[in-house]
């Protein structure tokens, strides 16, 4: 009867062990790079008003560090397609860098079932705008201005394999400053966007 307790109970422990090991090594792994694309709905305000909305494709990439259990640090790239409206043309950047925590302690308060597999995430944080390849060809001497913004993300975690990731996240952005601006005339930029990315842990 005791070797049938062992043989039941040695597979088990195995099976812990096993689990133990991976857990350690998933702590172990802080670091992940990951990559994107999606489309972004910019929208341009001139002195105040709404001026237009432009879609943009982006495409960019990140370099994650996992700082706690439920929260993370990343630091990305982003890269806009072309925006053309009122005989102004440009491309643009963004550098953000966020601080992005896990929403899984909301299941907690009313006894949800969590899926170790799939994680709500926010992320907060600044980021730096560029702007590229400026053309005027309308009336107005405009000046072009790099400044700095607001990010926020809802982003929903999907967890493929021990090393592969997946996110889909959506993004809300706000510049501080004008992007261009003339003797009388200011155009600021905000927008959200939809995106689709992986990442590996490293």
């Not at 397609?81 to 009313?110: A, E, M, R």
């Not at 809802?154 to 501080?176: E, H, M, P, R």
Request: without cysteine; proline residues 1%; hydrophobic residues 40%.
């Amino acid at each position: 009867m005791k070797y049938f307790f062992l043989i039941i109970l040695f597979p088990l422990f195995i099976h812990s062990q096993e689990n133990n090991d991976q857990d350690k090594e998933d702590k172990e792994r802080k670091f992940s790079i990951g990559f994107a694309a999606g489309i972004m709905n910019q929208s341009f305000e001139q002195n105040g008003d709404h001026l237009t909305n432009q879609a943009s494709n982006m495409a960019g990439f990140a370099l994650q560090y996992q700082s706690s259990e439920f929260s993370h640090l990343r630091l990305g790239y982003d890269r806009f397609s072309t925006v053309s409206f009122s005989g102004l043309s440009f491309d643009s950047y963004t550098i953000p860098l966020l601080y992005g925590f896990n929403l899984d302690w909301l299941k907690s308060l009313y006894g949800g079932v969590k899926n170790p597999n799939i994680k709500l995430l926010v992320e907060l944080g600044v980021y730096y705008r560029g702007i590229s390849n400026f053309k005027n060809q309308s009336s107005i001497d405009y000046n072009t201005h790099n400044v700095f913004g607001f990010q926020t993300a809802f982003v929903l975690k999907f967890d493929l394999s021990n090393s592969l990731f997946a996110n889909i996240s959506i993004q809300g952005n706000n510049d501080y400053d004008d992007i261009l601006d003339a003797d009388n005339n200011a155009i600021s930029l905000s927008g959200y966007a939809l995106q689709l990315g992986f990442a590996f842990r490293l």
